[in-house]
């Protein structure tokens, strides 16, 4: 009987693993190259406008093509739904009371302002994708006009961030190496 128990425990352990590490593992390995290797590069390449265009552009395809699937899938693999469900639990912590309130409809003015203005922090920390998904109203039940209207300013304000950085970054490299050039 404890090694059925075992047994059983094990291959929950992995299932979560492959459920949630493996697309998660993938996730942020794409992001770093994505981020840190496409991105400089096409605005080194191709200049500030359309590097910042393409690099963009691409951002918003390969995020929307994983916030549908992620909405289609129905697994949790950010656990943002397990977040959600926190606030029907009973001597929520702060840290529990904070993840709930994201994705509760805002209705008082001081609540909108800060939703707003952690939407703004989160772009700024975090992948579009995640901020989106954890502003949603519900989980895995489709996604409505509004889900894509949040998923579009995600990422909008993320990238508009982004690219002030790394323009940034590059315009602080090239001024570095300009003394070294020939002309």
Known sequence: MAQTTKLTWVQKFWKHVAEVGVPLTIYEIFNRVYDWGFYPFAIWYLGYIWGSLVATLGSFVSCAVLYYLYDVMKVDWLRANAARSLSNKANNNTFEK??????????????????????????????????????????????????????????????????????????????????????
């Open 98 to 183: 904070f993840f709930a309130w994201i994705g509760s409809p805002k209705k008082t003015l001081r609540d909108r302002v800060a939703g707003v203005s952690l939407f703004i922090a989160l772009n700024w920390a975090v992948d579009p994708l995640i901020v989106a998904i954890f502003f949603k109203q519900k989980h895995f039940e489709g996604l409505t006009t509004k889900d894509w209207l949040i998923f579009l300013a995600s990422v909008t304000t993320a990238n508009l961030i982004w690219v002030a950085q790394i323009a940034s970054v590059i315009v602080g490299l090239k001024w570095l190496i300009s003394p070294f050039l020939i002309e």
